[in-house]
Structures are given as structure tokens and as C-alpha cells.
């Protein structure tokens, strides 16, 4: 079974019109298809939907799942941020996660540009970076408590801009206690964490989230897995999954969840 869950569409800061994303999809044939726009978050609205851009949002995917009934399963879903007021029911699944951190009333972009990351800091953390990730990890920790999410969304996004450890050291007790705490967190609410490629689509990173270190760990806790590309590109609707799906292998996985009209079933790698 063929499926992405994590996609961005024109309702956000994807590239394409969902019905351009469905037609990739068929091209690709894929099993199912599910989209993912970014909820509302106040002052951040270069990147999500507007209040206003829901409902529509919504229609436009419920209309699409009708057309394309016997072609392609399409499923509404939602990337619901920390930080984002409640969404309300009716969605097919929800990913939660963690673009921002709070820091003075302010919130802190994690993967927005690199430049900004290194600013905020400094500015706000006086350049030790892993007081930052610390603060992270804690706000990642409780994002199935917070949004109720079935998927939790690229668990260490913080490495967006750190490859080759060349801001912080990923290896220091501190990041790896601060990462495990958040997985020993989560693992309490059985979500499903994903492999997410987006970061290498866009040339950031040469491997996915998260790191094999991490995966081990997520393994050794018995949470389940999905892949996903975090597609903003109809092109990238199944980026390097097959290098995702190996690294998932050498970590221990036999098998990742899927979505289907029954709930989310696990299905062999």
C-alpha cells in the first residue's frame, strides 16, 4: 500500500492545488493520499491557513475524496502546530507538531530559515543551543496531549539546519536526555511517529527524521512508524521513500502504519 499522509497544498505554503496533488498521485499510483495543511497560528500566517481558509479547505477535500471515489483514497487531515487553537472533530487524522517555541512572549521559528534559528538563539538563549532544544523536546513531549494528534510530525525538526552537527552537538547528554524524555512521553499515548524525507527534498538534510539514534530508541519504546515526504511539490509526493523505509529496516522496523477507510493498520515494510 502506497500512501502519503504529510502534504501541503496552495490552502498553506504548498506549492499545488489539492486536485493537482490527486492527479500526481494517480500518475504515481499511489493507494491513498492525505492531506495535511498547516492549522491556523496567529502571526504566523506566511505558512498556514487563515481562520477563513478552513471551511474551504475542508470542501475542497471532501469534494475531491467524492470525485475520485474508485481512483484514489484521499483522506482530511490536518497539521495541527503546539501552539494553534483547538481544531474541532471532524477530521480523518490529525499530525501534531512543534514549528515554534515560546520564549518572552515570542514565538521562536525552528525551521523556518536558518538564519532566523541561529538569531533567535542567540538573542533569546544567549547562544547555547541546547537550552533551545531542551525547550523543544519538552513542547514536543506534549503534543499528544495537547492536540489529541494520531501522528506526531518530524520528531527532531530541530536538526533542520544542523547537519553534520554543525551548530550543537547531537551526541551531548543533554540533547539525548531532552529527546528521550519526549519519547518516553509519547510512547504513553501510543502515537505513531513519523520518518518524514521533506528536509532532504528540499536539500537541507542527506537523511531523514529522525536520526537512526532516535529511531532505535522509538523502536525499543514499541511506537509505530509511518513514512512520509511532508510534500510542499506534487514532484516530491514519495521522495526517497525507499531510502526511508531502509533506514526504518536497520533500525529494528519490520513494518509502518497505514491509513485506511477502517483506521490506521500496520502493513509490512
Known amino acids: 500500500?502506497?500512501?502519503?499522509?504529510?502534504?501541503?497544498?496552495?490552502?498553506?505554503?504548498?506549492?499545488?492545488?489539492?486536485?493537482?496533488?490527486?492527479?500526481?498521485?494517480?500518475?504515481?499510483?499511489?493507494?491513498?493520499?492525505?492531506?495535511?495543511?498547516?492549522?491556523?497560528?496567529?502571526?504566523?500566517?506566511?505558512?498556514?491557513?487563515?481562520?477563513?481558509?478552513?471551511?474551504?479547505?475542508?470542501?475542497?477535500?471532501?469534494?475531491?475524496?467524492?470525485?475520485?471515489?474508485g481512483r484514489l483514497e484521499i483522506f482530511l487531515g490536518l497539521e495541527q502546530d503546539y501552539y494553534s487553537p483547538p481544531s474541532g472533530k471532524g477530521w480523518d487524522y490529525q499530525i501534531g507538531s512543534v514549528h515554534c517555541v515560546e520564549k518572552e512572549g515570542r514565538l521562536l521559528p525552528v525551521d523556518y530559515l536558518p538564519e532566523d534559528f541561529v538569531r533567535s538563539v542567540r538573542q533569546?538563549?544567549?547562544?547555547?543551543?541546547?537550552?533551545?532544544?531542551?525547550?523543544?523536546y519538552r513542547l514536543v513531549g506534549a503534543i499528544a496531549e495537547r492536540t489529541g494528534c494520531q501522528i506526531v510530525g518530524h520528531f527532531d525538526l530541530i536538526t533542520k539546519f544542523n547537519?553534520?552537527?554543525?551548530?550543537?552537538?547531537?551526541?551531548?547528554?543533554?540533547?539525548?536526555?531532552?529527546?528521550?524524555?519526549?519519547?518516553?512521553?509519547?510512547?504513553?499515548?501510543?502515537?505513531?511517529?513519523e520518518i518524514n524525507t521533506g528536509a532532504m527534498s528540499r536539500g537541507y538534510r542527506s537523511t531523514p527524521y529522525p536520526a537512526p539514534a532516535l529511531l532505535r530508541a522509538m523502536r525499543e519504546r514499541d511506537l509505530p512508524i509511518c513514512i512520509t515526504s511532508d510534500c510542499h511539490d506534487r514532484a516530491n509526493l514519495l521522495f526517497a521513500f525507499p531510502q526511508a523505509e531502509e533506514l526504518a529496516r536497520s533500525c529494528g522496523y519490520r513494518e509502518q502504519m497505514a491509513l485506511t477507510s477502517q483506521g490506521f493498520v500496520p502493513i509490512p515494510l
Open 124 to 136: 533569546y538563549y544567549g547562544g547555547d543551543f541546547l537550552a533551545f532544544a531542551e525547550d523543544y
Open 1 to 69: 500500500m502506497m500512501q502519503n499522509l504529510h502534504t501541503h497544498v496552495t490552502f498553506c505554503d504548498g506549492k499545488n492545488t489539492p486536485e493537482e496533488m490527486v492527479h500526481a498521485a494517480i500518475r504515481m499510483d499511489m493507494d491513498a493520499l492525505g492531506f495535511s495543511s498547516h492549522a491556523p497560528l496567529a502571526g504566523q500566517s506566511g505558512w498556514t491557513m487563515s481562520p477563513e481558509d478552513v471551511p474551504r479547505y475542508r470542501a475542497e477535500i471532501l469534494r475531491l475524496r467524492e470525485r475520485y471515489t
Open 163 to 193: 547537519e553534520g552537527d554543525s551548530l550543537f552537538d547531537t551526541g551531548h547528554p543533554r540533547y539525548v536526555s531532552a529527546a528521550l524524555e519526549a519519547l518516553d512521553r509519547l510512547a504513553q499515548h501510543g502515537v505513531i511517529l
